[in-house]
């Protein structure tokens, strides 16, 4: 099977996947597999990495999760065309696949498995991709073979933690650009100093294994889903030209149109720009 998974995911450029027996795992939510009808067997975790060469555009003011769309849409692509070959493959097993709502504590069973280290900021960092991925997991009834490891930490090197601004401005800035309803003067001031209109990635960017990534190339998306439609400076011009349609293929479409608009707008009158 784990043959079969590696041809099937290296023809999507997926590189970054590995088994781990679900007694290893620490189980969030057993309803989940209860569902599925699995009660013991392996979750093959997959790391997709995002980062694309949008990514480094210095006008960039958007998450960089955000710049290509909703990675919810890739994975259910990948999963509406593995779990039935899986099943097919593979008759006498269960197959399913989770992104994001999982049943087992994706980051350390992504540790565990072997696909990383995990940052002081919680975060997954992986050799290749730092912490550029987005997790997901094929949950199957078949008993694999795995090598389970020790979850190693990062070199706890401090960067994370001292450029984080949560603390001096008393909220998390990602939390704030995606808030709901008006903004306080203050807060209004908040998100213009940062320039992010969604989400933030401070305590990435400062990492070394970002820096090391992209320095070498590494952190590049080999997956051509990432690569299209990417969005890297957002304005109200271009989200008024995004139909229902592509509008609800963005991460930042989940708090509604009028979140994102209400913070572009404070960059655009700021600059009395209208891009
Ligand atoms: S998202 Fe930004 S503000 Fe929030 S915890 Fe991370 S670094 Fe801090
Ligand atoms: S910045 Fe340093 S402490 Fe933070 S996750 Fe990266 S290596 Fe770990």
Request: with cysteine.
């Amino acid at each position: 099977m784990l043959t079969f998974l590696k041809n099937f995911f290296s023809q999507r450029g997926i590189d970054c996947f590995a088994p781990i027996l679900l007694s290893d795992c620490r189980i969030e939510r057993p309803y989940l597999l209860e569902r599925a009808g699995i009660t013991d067997g392996t979750a093959i975790l997959i790391a997709i990495p995002y980062y694309t060469a949008a990514c480094n555009d210095p006008k960039r003011n958007i998450s960089a999760y955000a710049v290509s769309r909703d990675y919810h849409g890739f994975f259910k692509e990948l999963f509406n065309e593995l779990l039935p070959a899986l099943s097919k493959a593979f008759p006498q097993h269960r197959f399913t696949g989770f992104a994001d709502h999982s049943p087992i504590a994706e980051v350390e069973a992504a540790a565990k498995a072997g696909l990383g280290i995990i940052g002081k900021n919680h975060l997954l960092i992986t050799r290749k991709y730092s912490s550029y991925i987005f997790l997901g997991e094929v949950v199957t009834s078949a008993i694999l073979p795995c090598k389970t490891q020790d979850v190693l930490d990062c070199e706890n090197c401090g960067a994370c933690i001292k450029a984080c601004p949560a603390e001096k401005i008393g909220t998390c800035l990602s939390a704030l650009t995606q808030k709901k309803g008006e903004l306080t003067e203050a807060e209004q001031k908040i998100i213009l100093q940062y320039g992010s209109a969604w989400g933030c990635d401070i305590c990435q960017e400062v990492c070394p294994h970002t820096k090391r990534a992209i320095a070498s190339g590494s952190i590049f998306t080999p997956i051509p889903y990432f690569e299209e439609s990417t969005i890297s400076r957002l304005t109200t011009k271009v989200l008024d030209e995004l139909d229902e349609d592509a509008f609800s293929e963005r991460a930042f479409s989940w708090r509604g149109r009028n979140t994102i608009r209400r913070n572009l707008l404070l960059f655009e009158s700021e600059k009395g720009e209208k891009e």
